[in-house]
């Protein structure tokens, strides 16, 4: 049975199904959660940002499952994503939302450190959570993944982000070789965002003033929002997307 035959209509398709959100206390994470929410999805979120994961629990009710788990730690991850699993009957979907962009630094000053925290947040995390996910939703339908790649893959990111560009090129390519390997039963697919209006933005860059003036590379000439990065991972978990796997979608405002 296929994801397109065996899924509801769409208004109704994530009552009640569980997606785990890596992330997801933050920024395009946390605008992902809301939008799956408000779809009455039931939702687990791993972070590490307490006040956030307070703040999520207090806002929402029982459809909601916070964790203060760190995504490079593997077994750690597994057992949040077991437990959430024992509790909701299994996972439908992921969305592997987790991600610095780490110290700035040029080539020959990036230290070892440093590098390793990014690719161990930004790739591993994608390597355990989806290992985790392909054994947790036995007898589910319609499974999907997002992983959040980045413009960066493709264009190099900005100066000194280098562990950061190298760390989602990684995960588009990751995603595709997913994608063919779990197919035909769960879908993967990534999203690349471009420049977004989002807190990690403002620490990696430092001033406010400068952020809004990346507009001017942005062939939209504007930002984008978390809620446009949200919405088009959800349309690509959703049954609207049933026969696209293995694609990195931009969401760059034409850059």
């Known amino acids: 049975m296929t994801c397109a035959q065996s899924a509801p209509a769409d208004g109704e398709f994530f009552?009640?199904?569980?997606?785990?959100?890596?992330?997801?206390?933050?920024?395009?994470?946390?605008?992902?959660?809301?939008?799956?929410?408000?779809?009455?999805?039931?939702?687990?979120?791993?972070?590490?940002?307490?006040?956030?994961?307070?703040?999520?629990?207090?806002?929402?009710?029982?459809?909601?499952?916070?964790?203060?788990?760190?995504?490079?730690?593997?077994?750690?991850?597994?057992?949040?994503?077991?437990?959430?699993?024992?509790?909701?009957?299994?996972?439908?979907?992921?969305?592997?939302?987790?991600?610095?962009?780490?110290?700035?630094?040029?080539?020959a000053a990036l230290d070892e450190a440093d590098l390793e925290r990014v690719l161990a947040t930004n790739l591993k995390?994608?390597?355990?959570?989806?290992?985790?996910?392909?054994?947790?939703?036995a007898g589910l339908d319609a499974?999907?993944?997002?992983?959040?790649?980045?413009?960066?893959?493709?264009?190099?990111?900005?100066?000194?982000?280098?562990?950061?560009?190298?760390?989602?090129?990684?995960?588009?390519?990751?995603?595709?070789?997913?994608?063919?390997?779990l197919a035909p039963d769960i879908r993967v697919n990534a999203l690349a965002p471009g420049i977004i209006d989002t807190p990690m933005q403002l620490d990696s860059i430092g001033d406010p003033a400068a952020v809004a003036a990346l507009s001017g590379i942005v062939p939209l000439r504007r930002l984008g929002t978390a809620a446009e990065v949200a919405g088009a991972a959800i349309w690509l978990l959703s049954p609207a997307a049933a026969y696209i796997t293995g694609t990195i979608l931009d969401v760059a405002g034409g850059r």
């Open 125 to 137: 995390s994608v390597f355990y959570a989806g290992s985790a996910f392909v054994r947790m939703g």
């Open 15 to 107: 009552r009640d199904r569980t997606v785990v959100v890596t992330g997801g206390a933050s920024g395009i994470g946390r605008a992902v959660v809301e939008a799956l929410l408000g779809a009455r999805a039931r939702v687990a979120v791993f972070d590490l940002r307490p006040d956030a994961l307070s703040g999520l629990a207090r806002q929402h009710g029982e459809r909601l499952r916070v964790g203060a788990v760190d995504v490079a730690d593997r077994p750690a991850l597994e057992d949040a994503m077991a437990a959430v699993a024992d509790a909701w009957g299994g996972i439908s979907h992921l969305v592997n939302s987790a991600g610095i962009i780490g110290r700035r630094a040029p080539l």
């Open 143 to 181: 499974r999907s993944i997002v992983n959040m790649s980045s413009i960066a893959a493709r264009t190099g990111g900005m100066a000194g982000n280098m562990a950061y560009a190298a760390s989602k090129g990684a995960v588009a390519t990751l995603t595709i070789a997913m994608a063919k390997e």
